[in-house]
C-alpha cells in the first residue's frame, strides 16, 4: 500500500501528474489532459515545476525523481500529490493513482478537479459506482463541471442506467453547450427507445 510520502521502493513505473484542464472526452468517457502547476509555486522552487514540465513532455522517467523530490519538499502541498497521482494515472497505474489523490484530497478536500481526477483513475479500474460517487462530488463542489456530469452520464449508461445518463448528459450540454459528444449520447439513448 503506498502512503502519502515518497515510497522506500522506487516503481518500474514513472511518476506523473493530470488535472484534467481541459479534458477531451473520448469514446470511453472523457480522458485526461495532463495539467501542470508552473505558476504560483515559487516557494517550492524547482521540482514541482521541473516535474509538470517533464509531465508535459511525457519524460515520465525524470517526472518520478522530480515528483518525489517535490513530495520530500512539500508534503503538505496538494499538487505535489496530484502531479504524481496524474503521472501514475497517464503510465497506467491506476491503484497508485487513486493513492496520490487520495493524498492529494487529505489536504484539499474541496478541490473538485482531485474528485474528477480520483474518479478518472477509479473509472479505469473499473469501480464504476465508485468512479460515479467522486463524480457527484465534483459536480457538487462545481456545478458547471460539464465533463464531470458527462463522464458521470457515461457510466451511469454503462451501468444500465439510461435515465441518469441522459440527465447527466443534459446537465453537461448546459453546462458547456459545445460538448458534442453529450448532444450525440442524448440522440443515441433516445433513439434507442
Not at 492529494?104 to 480520483?118: E, G, I, M, Y
Not at 478518472?120 to 479500474?125: I, P, R
Request: aromatic residues 8%; hydrophobic residues 40%.
Amino acid at each position: 500500500m503506498q502512503k502519502c510520502g515518497r515510497s522506500l521502493v522506487w516503481s518500474v513505473f514513472v511518476l506523473l501528474m493530470f488535472l484534467g484542464s481541459p479534458a477531451m472526452p473520448s469514446a470511453q468517457g472523457v480522458e485526461p489532459t495532463p495539467k501542470t502547476f508552473e505558476r504560483h509555486t515559487p516557494h517550492i522552487g524547482g521540482a514541482l515545476n521541473r516535474c509538470a514540465l517533464h509531465i508535459a513532455r511525457g519524460e515520465y522517467n525524470d517526472a518520478r525523481v522530480d515528483c518525489d523530490v517535490a513530495v520530500d519538499q512539500t508534503p503538505d502541498n496538494p499538487r505535489v500529490y496530484a502531479n504524481r497521482g496524474s503521472l501514475n494515472f497517464l503510465v497506467h497505474d491506476f491503484t497508485k493513482a487513486v493513492a496520490d489523490f487520495d493524498c492529494a484530497l487529505k489536504l484539499s478536500p474541496n478541490d473538485a478537479t482531485l474528485h474528477f481526477n480520483r474518479g478518472l483513475a477509479l473509472a479505469k479500474l473499473g469501480r464504476m459506482q465508485d468512479a460515479i460517487a467522486r463524480y457527484t462530488i465534483a459536480t457538487d463542489l462545481k456545478s458547471d463541471f460539464a465533463i464531470a456530469f458527462y463522464n458521470r452520464g457515461y457510466e451511469c449508461e454503462h451501468l444500465g442506467q439510461r435515465d441518469h445518463a441522459i440527465a447527466d448528459y443534459r446537465r453537461a450540454l448546459i453546462a458547456d453547450p459545445g460538448l458534442l459528444q453529450a448532444q450525440q449520447a442524448i440522440i443515441r439513448l433516445e433513439r434507442q427507445l
